[in-house]
């Protein structure tokens, strides 16, 4: 975890961004409709499938997303 004045935040690694951009394709869907299935909101979708630091949360329902139907 990585500690920020406002918190932890948690790191998607560029492995990760790959598979969220891959499981993106694969069901072919838009960055909103991504975003919609994870329950975030378009630009932080954008945030997650670049990778880098997100919200613990975020992460959390993002590798939750990924590794369903897998």
């Known amino acids: 975890m990585l500690e920020k004045k406002g918190g932890t935040s948690l790191l998607i690694t560029s492995t990760q961004a790959k598979a969220i ?3 993106q394709a694969d069901k ?15 630009v932080t979708y954008r945030k997650i499938r670049d ?13 939750q997303w990924l590794a369903e139907d897998y």
């Open 21 to 23: 951009r891959r499981k």
């Open 28 to 42: 072919k869907l838009t960055a909103k409709q991504a975003g919609e299935e994870i329950g975030v909101s378009q």
């Open 51 to 63: 990778g880098g630091e997100v919200k613990p949360s975020i992460y959390q329902k993002a590798m």
